[in-house]
C-alpha cells in the first residue's frame, strides 16, 4: 500500500504565498499522475491541480491557473504545490493524491490519498 506524506500547510493573510510537499513512500503504476484536491468547509473535494510524474505535463482547474504551480521532485519521486497570491477562498484542506491518469484523478478516482493539510487564508 502507497502512502502519500504531506508537509507544508500554515496560515497566511491574503496575497502571501505557502508550498506544499507530497512523497509517495514507493513508485508505482498508480503513481504515474500525482496532485492535489482541496475542501473547503461545507463544500465538496475539488480536484485543483496534477503532474505527470513522466512528463511532467501539468494540469489545473481554472480558479487556480496563474496563481499556483505543481512541480515533481524526480529524486524522491515527490510533488510541491506553490501557491502564490494566496486569497481568502482558498482556505481549505488540501489532499495529495496518485493516480494513473488525469481523467482518472480529475475524475476524483486516485488509486491513493494523502491524510490533508490545512492551509488557511486570512482577510
Known amino acids: 500500500q502507497v502512502q502519500l506524506v504531506e508537509s507544508g500547510g500554515g496560515a497566511v493573510q491574503a496575497g502571501g504565498s505557502l508550498r506544499l510537499s507530497c512523497t509517495p513512500s514507493q513508485r508505482t503504476p498508480s503513481t504515474n499522475i500525482m496532485g492535489w484536491f482541496r475542501q473547503a468547509p461545507g463544500k465538496e473535494r475539488e480536484f485543483t491541480a496534477s503532474i505527470s510524474m513522466n512528463v511532467g505535463v501539468v494540469d489545473y482547474v481554472d480558479s487556480v491557473t496563474g496563481r499556483f504551480t505543481i512541480s515533481r521532485d524526480n529524486t524522491n519521486n515527490g510533488i510541491y504545490l506553490q501557491m502564490d497570491n494566496l486569497k481568502p477562498e482558498d482556505t481549505a484542506v488540501y489532499y495529495c493524491?496518485?493516480?494513473?491518469?488525469?481523467?482518472?484523478?480529475?475524475?476524483?478516482?486516485?488509486?491513493?490519498w494523502g491524510q490533508g493539510t490545512q492551509v488557511t487564508v486570512g482577510q
Open positions: 493524491a496518485a493516480g494513473q491518469s488525469f481523467r482518472a484523478l480529475r475524475e476524483g478516482r486516485a488509486a491513493y
